[in-house]
């Protein structure tokens, strides 16, 4: 595959996309050891220090089935929370829709983004930002409660051998969806989700009410009890009540 590595770079999305549109081929990956403006979703920054995580994109051609950008979102979660499990973290866990959590703190941090035209999805970069190298005290104040690392989880990790473990896992997952179909995939996302069976709090802008997460359906978007109804919730925040 096609690897760009660069020291250091804005985005690593952004770094894609211009690859991508000159027509890179699908599975070519851009990792950077620092981002300067790493962008998370909801319009968030992503924050990535040098050599403390690892920081890369991964440029997607899906042809085979319309896959939107939601769907390869969920796609990517389980693979990432595999190969996490696989290296020391056993209680990694999903976040609807894409947060990667330890123990109630973020790892990991997924954006997925699409160029399509109304016929078929031309390309999709799928942004993956792990938390490895930082102590706890590192990360900024902001959400130093929120975030984790694996080091502040007391796990020594190789980036090298967990970047391949990714890779491998992404693989595997984007098969299954081939060769299985996708509701294979999301069985297997709300096998690996913290989030169903959960009193949540959504949050849409100002608004927000609390509910009872109960399930995703079959586009990924997570269906939330109310008590009078069921909402389907597209984007937006979820936060797991204690
Ligand atoms: C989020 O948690 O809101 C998503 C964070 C996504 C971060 C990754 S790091 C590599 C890629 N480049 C970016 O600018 N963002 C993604």
Same mark, same amino acid.
């Given at each position: ?32 050891? @620092? ?31 319309? =896959? @939107? ?17 696989? %290296? ?12 990667? =959590? *330890? ?41 130093? @409660? ?20 990714? %890779? ?17 995939? %999301? ?34 978007? %997570?269906? *939330? ?18």
């Amino acid at each position: 595959r096609h690897i760009v590595y660069m020291e250091s770079t804005a985005s690593t999305n952004e770094v894609a996309k211009e690859l991508a549109r000159k027509g890179a081929e699908e599975g070519s990956i851009v990792v950077a050891e @620092e981002q300067r403006s790493g962008r998370g979703r909801l319009q968030r920054g992503f924050y990535s220090p040098f050599a403390k995580g690892i920081w890369f994109s991964l440029i997607l051609r899906p042809d085979f089935f319309p =896959m @939107e950008a939601s769907k390869s979102t969920l796609l990517a979660a389980v693979g990432v929370c595999r190969a996490v499990r696989s %290296l020391g973290l056993p209680n990694a866990a999903i976040k609807w829709p894409n947060d990667i =959590m *330890v123990n109630g703190r973020k790892l990991v941090g997924i954006l997925t983004e699409l160029s399509a035209s109304m016929e078929k999805i031309d390309y999709i970069i799928m942004g993956i930002g792990i938390n490895t190298g930082m102590e706890r005290a590192d990360f900024p104040e902001a959400f130093r @409660e929120g975030a984790t690392s694996f080091r502040a989880e007391g796990v020594h990790v190789s980036r090298k051998t967990l970047l391949a473990a990714v %890779l491998s896992e992404l693989e595997k997952e984007y098969a299954v969806a081939e060769t299985e179909g996708f509701a294979r995939v %999301l069985d297997n996302w709300r096998n690996l989700s913290c989030t169903l069976g959960q009193s949540v709090r959504v949050v849409l802008g100002t608004n927000s009410y609390t509910g009872k997460a109960v399930d995703i359906d079959k586009d990924g978007c %997570l269906l *939330v009890d109310t008590g009078n109804e069921v909402n389907r919730v597209i984007a937006g925040d979820v936060s797991i009540r204690p």
